[in-house]
């Protein structure tokens, strides 16, 4: 019994529509011959389509999985996991990076707070909490929620 969140579909599709055209942009300066667009501009072109492809990556890998033992998710290519037994509580709180998006920030035992990758609207963010929150409820474990 395990519950997996991903990236929202409105975050998901802007995210790649961006790394598109970031790869598109590269491939076709890459695609002139070499004297048109300069030593320069083939190397921009690369880093234009390396950026594209390593963002779409980055965005797609994204995850956060509850299972009976622990959360586990994956943010810039990295696995980590929290067991149940060292949290203390949820909450909501800002997310890494500009804007006003919201993501769960878990109270650890002598870690303190760790924001996972579930971010969002404030509203989005709470319903995903509360979901947590029945998932905690199934285990018997039932961290106190904050904020």
Known sequence: MSRRYRTPAGQLVAALIVSAVFILIGLSVLSQPLHKVGAGGAVVAALAFAVGCVGAALRLTIDVTLTPDEISYRYNFR?????????????????????????????????????????????????????FEEYCAGLGTVPSTKG
């Open 79 to 131: 696995r980590r996991t929290i067991r149940w037994t060292s949290v203390e509580s949820f909450r909501v709180g800002p997310a890494p990076g500009w804007g006003s998006w919201s993501c769960i920030v878990v109270e650890v035992r002598q870690r303190g707070g760790v924001r996972i990758p579930v971010v969002g609207s404030r509203r989005y963010v709470q319903r995903v909490l509360g979901e």
